[in-house]
């Protein structure tokens, strides 16, 4: 009999006639995780032969061995072609709603490739190239992704654009729900009209204000969904989603300073629209922070949270050689997605291993990145995961005492 | 019975239906015994059952990544297994305390309170051991379906995680302990 | 050598004015050869200090490029699809080292302000700092270029001079020194062989001279007899007897 509620995963008791295999999975993924060990390992390495010996003796295992010669971009592409093997294990064991979630998480990558088909088509390079760069976990059909780049900047190709990213992509009502933000007052909604509007964005708009409107509407959409799901899975997910929208928001607010993003006008009307509507710092902060025009002020704005204040003040030590603000941030959220492991019966582990497994591949090319270019005093700035020693625990047990 | 007056439904016969009750008195003491030993054995095996589903989801999905857990943690579908095997001791034990009904002759002599008496007697205890069972499994299960998961990540968790296990399964071993204290004052008589 | 040269004094004067030519040229030529070995010099000094410097600038150029795609992930396909005009343009001027024409290139901004937002949601602070020592380091490249096409014209330059520095004073002037002492040699040759040519001939005139002494002589002698016997005659002789003779 299918399930009466799609949208419920089940509670304590029945979560896991559905969803324990996949659940179980994932947590054994988690295990495969670089240890503490390992990274002691590999910052030792005095090349990058070295790094993936080391590779070897851990979860990654032979990921590499096809390989003559190790870059760090290639230690990427392998790793992340690892992670989404191991995803797409994961997803061929799952069921609704688990499935929906999935490919929730996929959305952000399918959001990244279309801006990239879009962009890398509208100033003519290589479609084979460009599908090549794309985000295995982002991938569409094979049909729909040679589709997009093929179209013709004519207003037949962008009305058939359109077409393929609104109707035959998972992420098209972003697209469409963008378009209609940005839709000049008094027209409707016409093929032609649409078409033109498409053109109208993409060779106007920036190709990073897209994105981060798309991804506030996906982050919202993402949360309301966890909502409908409820139980510990809303829980969970919404603080994880709830972090994000709020170091956007505050990411948005510092990276825009200085440039056009921080002219008065474009503050209430563009700045403002990419601040997603969920998480700690909406509605209050993010309508405070339309009148931010500096750091001073964003500052001032950041003072009630005491979570963001510490963040804040990693920040203005950053001259002093101490970490950035992206460092800080990076730390809260594996500090964050670590959390959503300890609780079980729920999606968060899904959406945070993929999250981590993220971070540790970056923590993988910064490794490899400082020993190629011989910067042994910064290989340790990076975040470890599960560790005894990640800083947060560390000051924690230094509190304690 | 919709649209007859009050008076046509009420009957003074002994044998008249007079609401539930009546059903609880009228039904025979054989019967109530039966029934317990249905759910005695029937809830227990469902609790067991769910309990192994659970537990068995997450052993499989753990051991892909860490196979030395299939062996340890079959420990708990042994536990949840357990619960079914008390419903299915509890079935036999209850089942001994029925005798033969009395011939058709001798039901006027037959000591009716008695057998009512060991009738009810029996279904509680069987109702009460299968319940107690359901919950049992089904908290044996959860905590297994943590044992493994837990196992997989850190081998040195398996035996504390176990623990809470017994716990679990301890719950189910009071329902049978009180089930059969309660059905060893209940025997139906000799015909 | 040089046995086309007629050894005649007018050669002879053509060479000497040449010669102090090629001296002079030499001369000159040195001089420009060391103003140019000294600007050589200071020049690959000054690419071996930026050299030096910029293998510290590229490393931390590169590693800010890990750090920015550390927070900002891999922008790369950003950049590359969102075209800007050049916020750093290259000025092209020559420069005049004694007669070598040194190009010259000086960057300048074009005022264009890049605002990309790349790294927008994350890592912003980092790609601009990024784009910060990237454009330094683009600066002291083109410096550099400057100063290598530079040490590259002037090394061609060099080498030019020198070789004729070395040309004439190796080759040309000992050739014409060569020169000058053969048609001297020659020139010494003919005088001696003149000398004796003429001492020859004043011999042969001395000969002839002497002959004819000897010949006077005894013509002399012969006169003198002839005198004495003229006197003799004369002794006969009586002028007041001999009045018609007349001397």
């Given at each position: 009999?299918?399930?009466?509620?799609?949208?419920?995963?089940g509670?304590?008791?029945?979560?896991n006639?559905?969803?324990?295999?996949?659940?179980?999975l994932?947590r054994?993924?988690?295990?495969?995780?670089?240890?503490?060990?390992?990274?002691?390992?590999?910052?030792?390495?005095?090349?990058?032969?070295?790094?993936?010996?080391?590779?070897?003796?851990?979860?990654?295992?032979?990921?590499?061995?096809?390989?003559t010669?190790?870059?760090?971009a290639?230690?990427q592409?392998?790793?992340?072609?690892?992670?989404?093997?191991?995803?797409?294990?994961?997803?061929?064991?799952?069921?609704?709603?688990?499935?929906?979630?999935?490919?929730y998480?996929?959305?952000e990558?399918?959001?990244?490739?279309v801006?990239?088909?879009?962009?890398?088509?509208?100033?003519?390079?290589n479609?084979?190239?460009?599908?090549?760069?794309?985000?295995?976990?982002?991938?569409?059909?094979?049909?729909?992704?040679?589709?997009?780049?093929?179209?013709?900047?004519?207003?037949?190709?962008?009305?058939?654009?359109?077409?393929?990213?609104?109707?035959?992509?998972?992420?098209?009502?972003?697209?469409?729900r963008?378009?209609?933000?940005?839709?000049?007052?008094?027209q409707?909604a016409?093929?032609?009209?649409?078409?033109?509007m498409?053109?109208h964005?993409?060779?106007?708009?920036?190709?990073?204000?897209?994105?981060?409107?798309?991804?506030?509407?996906?982050?919202?959409?993402?949360?309301?969904f966890c909502?409908?799901?409820?139980?510990?899975?809303?829980?969970?997910?919404?603080?994880?989603?709830?972090?994000?929208?709020?170091?956007?928001?505050?990411?948005?607010?510092?990276?825009?300073?200085?440039?056009?993003?921080?002219?008065p006008h474009?503050?209430?009307?563009d700045?403002?629209?990419?601040?997603?509507?969920?998480?700690?710092?909406?509605?209050e902060?993010?309508?405070d922070?339309?009148e931010?025009?500096?750091?001073?002020?964003?500052?001032?704005?950041?003072?009630?949270?005491?979570?963001?204040?510490?963040?804040?003040?990693?920040?203005?030590?950053e001259?002093?050689g101490?970490?950035?603000?992206?460092?800080?941030?990076?730390?809260?959220?594996?500090?964050?997605?670590?959390?959503?492991?300890?609780?079980?019966?729920?999606?968060?582990?899904?959406?945070?291993?993929?999250?981590?497994?993220?971070?540790?591949?970056?923590?993988?090319?910064?490794?490899?990145?400082?020993?190629?270019?011989?910067?042994?005093?910064?290989?340790?700035?990076?975040v470890?995961?599960?560790?005894?020693?990640?800083?947060?625990?560390?000051?924690?047990?230094?509190?304690?005492? | 019975?919709?649209?007859?007056?009050?008076?046509?439904?009420?009957?003074?016969?002994?044998?008249?239906?007079?609401?539930?009750?009546?059903?609880?008195?009228?039904?025979?003491?054989?019967?109530?015994?039966?029934?317990?030993?249905?759910?005695?054995?029937?809830?227990?095996?469902?609790?067991?059952?769910?309990?192994?589903f659970?537990?068995?989801?997450?052993?499989?999905?753990a051991?892909?990544?860490?196979?030395?857990?299939?062996?340890?943690?079959?420990?708990?579908?042994?536990?949840?297994?357990?619960?079914?095997i008390?419903?299915?001791?509890?079935?036999?034990?209850?089942?001994?305390?029925?005798?033969?009904?009395?011939?058709?002759?001798?039901?006027?002599?037959?000591?009716?309170?008695?057998?009512?008496?060991?009738?009810?007697?029996?279904?509680?205890?069987?109702?009460?051991?299968?319940?107690?069972?359901?919950?049992?499994?089904?908290s044996?299960?959860?905590?297994?379906?943590?044992?493994?998961?837990?196992?997989?990540?850190?081998?040195?968790?398996?035996?504390?995680i176990?623990?809470?296990?017994?716990?679990?399964?301890a719950?189910?071993?009071?329902?049978?302990i009180?089930?059969?204290?309660?059905?060893?004052?209940?025997?139906?008589?000799?015909? | 050598?040089?046995?086309?040269?007629?050894?005649?004094?007018?050669?002879?004067?053509?060479?000497?004015?040449?010669?102090?030519?090629?001296?002079?040229?030499?001369?000159?030529?040195?001089?420009?050869?060391?103003?140019?070995?000294?600007?050589?010099?200071?020049?690959?000094?000054?690419?071996?200090?930026?050299?030096?410097?910029?293998?510290?600038?590229?490393?931390?150029?590169?590693?800010?490029?890990?750090?920015?795609?550390?927070?900002?992930?891999?922008?790369?396909?950003?950049?590359?699809?969102?075209?800007?005009?050049?916020?750093?343009?290259?000025?092209?001027?020559?420069d005049?080292?004694?007669?070598?024409?040194?190009?010259?290139?000086?960057?300048?901004g074009?005022?264009v302000?890049?605002?990309?937002?790349i790294?927008?949601?994350?890592?912003?602070?980092?790609?601009?700092?990024c784009r910060?020592?990237?454009?330094?380091?683009?600066?002291?490249?083109?410096?550099?270029?400057?100063?290598?096409?530079?040490?590259?014209?002037?090394?061609?330059?060099?080498?030019?001079?020198?070789?004729?520095?070395?040309?004439?004073?190796?080759?040309?002037?000992?050739?014409?020194?060569?020169?000058i002492?053969?048609?001297?040699?020659?020139?010494?040759?003919?005088?001696?062989?003149?000398?004796?040519?003429?001492?020859?001939?004043?011999?042969?005139?001395?000969?002839a001279?002497?002959?004819?002494d000897?010949?006077?002589?005894?013509?002399?002698?012969?006169?003198a007899?002839?005198?004495?016997?003229?006197?003799?005659?004369?002794?006969?002789?009586d002028?007041?007897?001999?009045?018609d003779?007349?001397?």
């Amino acid at each position: 009999m299918p399930y009466t509620d799609p949208e419920d995963p089940g509670d304590i008791a029945s979560f896991n006639v559905h969803n324990g295999f996949p659940e179980a999975l994932v947590r054994g993924f988690k295990s495969g995780f670089l240890t503490e060990a390992d990274y002691n390992n590999l910052c030792q390495c005095e090349n990058l032969d070295d790094v993936r010996l080391n590779l070897q003796e851990s979860d990654y295992d032979q990921f590499m061995s096809a390989q003559t010669k190790v870059t760090p971009a290639l230690v990427q592409e392998k790793a992340i072609l690892k992670m989404v093997k191991e995803f797409n294990f994961i997803k061929a064991q799952a069921q609704e709603p688990l499935v929906t979630f999935l490919e929730y998480i996929q959305y952000e990558y399918m959001i990244e490739n279309v801006m990239l088909l879009l962009k890398g088509t509208l100033s003519g390079r290589n479609v084979e190239e460009l599908i090549d760069q794309c985000h295995p976990l982002g991938l569409f059909a094979p049909a729909t992704m040679k589709l997009i780049p093929l179209f013709e900047a004519s207003p037949k190709g962008y009305a058939d654009l359109y077409q393929t990213v609104l109707i035959d992509t998972p992420i098209g009502d972003y697209f469409s729900r963008f378009l209609e933000e940005h839709k000049p007052t008094g027209q409707d909604a016409a093929g032609a009209e649409n078409a033109g509007m498409v053109r109208h964005v993409l060779e106007e708009v920036e190709i990073e204000i897209i994105k981060n409107s798309l991804m506030k509407l996906y982050l919202e959409d993402f949360y309301r969904f966890c909502e409908k799901i409820g139980g510990d899975t809303a829980e969970v997910m919404c603080a994880l989603l709830g972090a994000r929208a709020d170091r956007n928001a505050i990411n948005i607010t510092l990276n825009s300073f200085g440039g056009p993003l921080n002219e008065p006008h474009m503050r209430t009307t563009d700045r403002r629209r990419l601040y997603p509507a969920i998480g700690t710092l909406y509605p209050e902060a993010t309508s405070d922070f339309t009148e931010v025009s500096d750091e001073a002020q964003l500052a001032a704005v950041l003072e009630p949270f005491p979570v963001f204040r510490e963040i804040w003040a990693v920040h203005l030590n950053e001259n002093f050689g101490h970490k950035s603000i992206d460092d800080a941030f990076y730390e809260r959220d594996v500090e964050m997605l670590e959390l959503a492991f300890e609780g079980q019966m729920h999606f968060g582990p899904f959406y945070a291993y993929v999250k981590l497994k993220e971070q540790e591949i970056r923590n993988l090319v910064w490794i490899g990145e400082c020993i190629v270019q011989r910067q042994r005093d910064e290989i340790h700035k990076f975040v470890p995961l599960f560790s005894e020693n990640a800083p947060w625990r560390v000051a924690r047990r230094g509190g304690a005492r | 019975m919709v649209g007859t007056s009050p008076s046509e439904v009420l009957c003074s016969s002994d044998h008249c239906n007079q609401g539930w009750p009546d059903v609880l008195t009228h039904m025979s003491p054989f019967g109530w015994a039966y029934m317990g030993i249905a759910f005695a054995l029937g809830f227990s095996i469902v609790g067991a059952a769910w309990g192994i589903f659970v537990t068995g989801s997450s052993i499989m999905g753990a051991a892909i990544k860490a196979p030395r857990i299939r062996s340890k943690n079959l420990v708990s579908v042994i536990f949840c297994e357990a619960t079914a095997i008390y419903g299915v001791i509890m079935a036999i034990i209850l089942l001994n305390k029925i005798s033969d009904p009395p011939a058709p002759a001798d039901t006027a002599s037959y000591e009716w309170t008695t057998a009512f008496f060991a009738g009810y007697a029996l279904f509680s205890a069987g109702l009460g051991v299968g319940l107690t069972n359901l919950a049992s499994g089904v908290s044996v299960g959860i905590a297994g379906s943590s044992c493994a998961l837990a196992d997989a990540q850190d081998g040195s968790l398996f035996v504390k995680i176990l623990i809470v296990e017994i716990f679990a399964s301890a719950l189910g071993i009071f329902g049978i302990i009180v089930g059969i204290i309660q059905s060893n004052s209940a025997a139906f008589p000799n015909p | 050598m040089s046995a086309q040269v007629a050894p005649t004094r007018m050669a002879l004067t053509l060479y000497k004015g040449k010669l102090v030519g090629a001296k002079k040229g030499y001369e000159l030529l040195k001089k420009k050869s060391d103003a140019l070995k000294a600007r050589f010099r200071a020049i690959a000094k000054q690419i071996y200090e930026l050299k030096k410097q910029m293998r510290e600038d590229a490393s931390m150029a590169f590693f800010s490029l890990t750090q920015a795609q550390y927070a900002a992930g891999d922008f790369r396909s950003k950049v590359l699809d969102t075209p800007h005009p050049a916020a750093i343009r290259v000025r092209s001027r020559t420069d005049n080292v004694a007669g070598v024409k040194l190009p010259m290139f000086t960057p300048y901004g074009t005022g264009v302000e890049v605002h990309d937002n790349i790294g927008l949601s994350g890592g912003g602070q980092k790609v601009a700092q990024c784009r910060e020592k990237y454009k330094q380091w683009v600066e002291n490249l083109v410096k550099l270029a400057s100063l290598q096409t530079s040490f590259i014209t002037m090394d061609e330059a060099l080498k030019v001079t020198n070789r004729r520095v070395n040309a004439l004073e190796n080759v040309t002037i000992p050739r014409m020194e060569g020169v000058i002492s053969y048609i001297n040699r020659e020139l010494d040759e003919l005088e001696r062989e003149d000398f004796t040519r003429l001492k020859k001939v004043v011999e042969k005139k001395r000969e002839a001279a002497a002959k004819e002494d000897k010949r006077a002589a005894a013509a002399k002698l012969a006169a003198a007899a002839a005198a004495a016997a003229v006197a003799s005659l004369l002794d006969d002789f009586d002028p007041a007897e001999k009045s018609d003779v007349y001397f």
